[in-house]
Each structure stands twice: as C-alpha cells, then as structure tokens.
C-alpha cells in the first residue's frame, strides 16, 4: 500500500558502505548496489499533524519509518555520506558543494550528522509525548531546536542560548543583542513586578538581579523618575 518504499538492501547498501572497507566495497560491486552520496529527506509532519487536531489514525500514520531510518544510517556513516535532514539546510548544503565543487570536510559532515540526529531524537520525543498523554509514563522528554544565540553567557567567553519564544514575551526596541545576564536581569524584573500586580503604577530599576531603585507613583513616569 506504499507503505515501504525505502527499506531496501540496495537503498541501505548503498548508504552504510564505507568505502574504505574493502569487504563492504566488494558485496558493493557482488550484488550491484549502488554508492550513495548524499541523503536528503524530509520527515513526514507528525508534530503539525497533531497541532491540527487530525484523528488519531491521520497521526500514526505520520510517523515517519523510511525516513528516520534514512537519516539514521546516513548520519552514522557521515565519513562517506552527507545527510541533509531538513529543508532549512538546504542553503546551506548547496553553498557548501558549490563552493567546495562537492568535497566537503570531515567537519563539514560530521556538522550535517549533528543536525540529522538533533531532527531524529526531536522527532522521537515529539511522538513519544502524543503517546504519553494518556499513561504518563515517569520520564521527561524535552526537545527544543530552536535556540536563540545570546550576546554571551554568564562571561563574555562563554556561550549563551535562550530556548523558547522570546518575541511572544517581549519586543525588543533597540541596542545591542542580549547576553544571559540580561536574561536573568529580566527574569528578576518581571518577578518583581509580578508582585505589584494590579496596583498602582510601579517602575523598579535593576542591576545584577537586584533591585536597585523601586517606586509606586501615581503615573509611570513618575515612578521611573523617583526609582
């Protein structure tokens, strides 16, 4: 019913060889499987299909079997496969061959295979919390692939991220990118205010996480003037 496609010797063969191997090399050419270079795929979309409010049966059948499997075993042997997982690496793949006329570096790959396996466990962990909701099953998966890149961590010498969806929560208006210290001064901040809640209006200024000037006036302006 074109349920398996993919799952094939010749598809697989031609994915796993390691053309350094001479025993692989060999049933290569025995049983007339064809070298594959480069896997691109696109993963059915279980999480849309389920934000959609599809049946259950639309949803299963969403789950990708040919593909997860492509992904994983062309990402396993990146030393002689690239493995394009997603369309938003498209741009980057082409660039990439063109500039280097189709001889990419180990980093290169090994870069893509990082990729491949972050869109194989986020796709893993997506269906098993559809089926979890009903048997609560005591584990935790987590999975966000969407990191924002802060100006730099606690340190300027260290890295920084911010997951989740800082636009929905705020608009930033002007200045420079924001590091993990801005973060933290803004999570304090909005606890603070948290705390204000329907009063009047209060401007609370703050550095390192502390309050450092706070006041409750009968406008905002006010209150900034005197915090």
């Known amino acids: 019913g074109g349920r398996v496609k993919t799952l094939h010797p010749k598809v697989f063969g031609g994915i796993l060889n390691r053309q350094n191997n001479d025993s692989d090399v060999a049933e290569l050419a025995e049983y007339d499987i064809p070298q594959i270079d480069v896997v691109i795929v696109d993963l059915y979309p279980f999480e849309k299909t389920v934000a959609s409010g599809a049946s259950n049966q639309d949803i299963i059948e969403k789950i990708d079997i040919g593909g997860i499997s492509l992904i ?78 802060l100006r730099y961590g606690e340190n300027p010498h260290q890295k920084g991220f911010f997951f ?53 006036r009968n406008t905002i302006k006010q209150a900034y003037v005197d915090a």
Not at 74 to 79: D, V
Not at 120 to 127: F, G
Not at 178 to 185: H, P
């Open 164 to 216: 989740g969806n800082f636009d929905e929560l705020f608009t930033k208006l002007h200045g420079k990118e924001l590091s993990y210290n801005n973060l933290l001064d803004v999570d304090a901040a909005v606890n603070l205010m948290l705390e204000f809640k329907n009063d009047a209006p209060t401007f609370a200024i703050l550095k390192h996480n502390n309050a450092c000037g706070l006041a409750q």
């Open 72 to 149: 994983r075993a062309a990402a396993k042997n990146y030393a002689d496969v690239i493995c394009v997982s997603s369309v938003d690496d498209y741009a980057e793949f082409l660039e990439l061959i063109t500039e280097k006329n189709g001889t990419l570096t180990e980093a290169n790959r090994k870069r893509f295979a990082a990729k491949a396996f972050n869109v194989s466990s986020h796709y893993d962990s997506a269906i098993f919390n559809y089926f979890n909701q009903d048997h609560e099953i005591a584990a935790l998966k987590v999975s966000e692939t969407k990191g924002k890149v």
